[in-house]
C-alpha cells in the first residue's frame, strides 16, 4: 500500500525566515511526486511534478526536490502570501495509472 | 470560465435529501475525479472517469453515485446521505490519467 508522510503538521516563520517541508513516501514503482497547495476554503493548486531522484524544479521562492524515500519543499525568503497549507501526493505505476496518494499536509504560516 | 468550476460552492441537505453535485471542466482534459476532503485527513479518492468511462471506484458507499455525461461535465449524485458524510467535495481533471491533476474549488457539504 502506497504511505505518503508530511512533516511537520504545521510550521510557523517569521518573513524571510527561509525552511523546507518533507514528505516521506513509500511506492511499489512512483510514476511522479505532486506538490500542491491548498488555500483555506479553496481546492488544491498544482505546484509541481517530479519524476525521478535527483530532479528539481523551481517556481518563484519555491524549489522542490527528490529523492527515492523522499521530497522536500524549500521555501526561500517566504512573504505572508505563501502562508497556505502543502500538499504532497505520490502516483504509482498500475494498470489505470490514476490514484493519487495524498499526504495529511503540512500548515505553513508565515508572518510579517 | 477557465479551469475547473464546481456548483454549488455550498450545500445542507438533510439525511432523506437527493442532490447533485456539478464539476465542468474548460481544459480539454479527458479524464474527470470526484475526491473527499475531510477535516484531518488526506484527501480521498472516490471516482475516476477516462474518456467518459468509470476506471476507478475506490469502494465508496452506493449513496454516492457518479455520472460523467461528456469529457467536459461530471456529476455526483447524493442521496440518503449521512452526518459522517459532511466533507469538501473536490472534483479534479487531467489530460490523461498519469498526468498532474487540476483541482475545482470544491462544494462545502453539510449533512444535517
Known amino acids: 500500500e502506497d504511505q505518503v508522510t508530511q512533516s511537520p503538521e504545521a510550521l510557523r516563520l517569521q518573513e524571510g525566515e527561509s525552511s523546507s517541508l518533507n514528505c516521506s513516501y513509500t511506492v511499489s514503482g512512483l510514476r511522479g511526486l505532486f506538490w500542491y497547495r491548498q488555500d483555506p476554503g479553496k481546492g488544491p493548486e498544482f505546484l509541481f511534478t517530479?519524476?525521478?531522484a535527483g530532479e528539481e524544479k523551481e517556481k518563484e521562492r519555491l524549489k522542490a526536490t527528490l529523492t527515492k524515500k523522499e521530497s522536500f519543499l524549500h521555501i526561500t525568503a517566504p512573504k505572508p502570501e505563501d502562508s497556505a497549507t502543502y500538499l504532497c501526493a505520490v502516483q504509482a505505476y498500475e494498470a489505470s495509472g490514476s490514484r493519487l496518494t495524498f499526504g495529511e499536509g503540512t500548515q505553513l504560516t508565515v508572518n510579517p | 470560465e477557465t479551469g475547473v468550476t464546481q456548483t454549488p460552492r455550498h450545500l445542507v441537505m438533510g439525511m432523506t435529501n437527493k442532490k447533485s453535485l456539478k464539476c465542468e471542466q474548460h481544459?480539454?482534459?479527458?479524464?474527470m475525479y470526484w475526491y473527499k476532503q475531510s477535516a484531518k485527513k488526506p484527501l480521498e479518492l472516490m471516482f475516476v472517469?477516462?474518456?467518459?468511462?468509470?476506471?476507478e471506484n475506490n469502494s465508496v458507499p452506493s449513496r454516492f453515485s457518479p455520472e460523467c455525461p461528456n469529457s467536459s461535465h461530471l456529476f455526483l449524485h447524493l442521496h440518503t446521505l449521512q452526518p459522517e458524510d459532511s466533507a469538501l467535495y473536490l472534483c479534479?481533471?487531467?489530460?490523461?490519467?498519469?498526468?498532474?491533476?487540476?483541482f475545482g474549488p470544491g462544494t462545502r457539504l453539510t449533512v444535517l
Open positions: 479534479a481533471s487531467s489530460q490523461e490519467l498519469s498526468n498532474e491533476q487540476f
Open positions: 472517469y477516462s474518456l467518459e468511462e468509470r476506471v
Open positions: 517530479l519524476y525521478s
Open positions: 481544459l480539454g482534459h479527458n479524464a
